[in-house]
């Protein structure tokens, strides 16, 4: 994946940020910075391939990476974005990094269960809006995979917040994902995604990108 379309994807979640969350949560989140570290470093548990810096991850691993900045840099192992690795994994991933991100700077814990919530209404509505097959070329059938695999993770946090738990109910409606059928095409089922506000609202992006473009202006101005 070319780093012009990591930096889109980036900017996307920054506007969701600032737009807010279904559970009513907001954040100003800065430009993030993309860092490919090697293969080897330890990124967290279960083979994470990617990790968002926060102060005690700079803290403990700045030495190694001068180049780190806390609450800015994604650290992603540069072998994760081999050939065997889908486009999908790599947006999901980036993704769920950035929803760390959304959790520092919103105020929130910074816990799984929260960087999930980000991660899914950022998917969903990039999917929604058919920006994942107009930018990536991402299939119906390959995001319905993705949450598939992901679902074993999302699950493990449920109990932990409602919010959370009615996103993984209403993504294994819309995916089918309890029992494997066949996929709902996106034009099919407009209807009944736009008809849930809290979810999926119409944003037009242009003019979101433009209005938080021209806030990181002003305070860059001011600093």
Not at 24 to 48: C, E, M, Q, W, Y
Request: net charge positive; proline share 2%; charged share 25%.
């Amino acid at each position: 994946m070319k780093l012009q379309k990591i930096e889109r994807l980036l900017l996307m979640c920054r506007i969701k940020a600032m737009i807010g969350l279904g559970n009513k949560t907001n954040a100003f989140i800065p430009r993030l910075k993309i860092d490919l570290v090697s293969s080897s470093l330890f990124l967290g548990v279960h083979g994470n391939p990617a990790i968002f810096v926060n102060k005690v991850t700079y803290r403990k691993l700045n030495k190694f990476y001068d180049s780190w900045i806390p609450n800015v840099t994604i650290a992603i192992k540069e072998d994760f974005f081999n050939a065997s690795n889908r486009d999908i994994q790599i947006i999901g991933a980036i993704i769920h990094e950035a929803g760390h991100a959304f959790n520092v700077y919103a105020g929130l814990a910074n816990t799984e269960a929260n960087a999930y919530i980000f991660e899914i209404e950022v998917m969903m509505m990039l999917y929604h809006k058919n920006i994942l097959a107009a930018l990536f070329d991402i299939k119906d059938k390959e995001i319905q995979s993705y949450f598939n695999a992901r679902m074993k993770y999302f699950k493990m946090e449920a109990n932990s917040d409602p919010y959370l738990k009615s996103l993984i109910n209403r993504v294994k409606v819309r995916f089918q994902l309890s029992h494997e059928p066949k996929l709902v095409s996106s034009e099919s089922s407009g209807k009944s995604l736009q008809s849930d506000s809290s979810f999926f609202k119409q944003y037009v992006w242009g003019r979101e990108s433009r209005i938080v473009e021209r806030s990181y202006t002003k305070i860059a101005l001011v600093n």
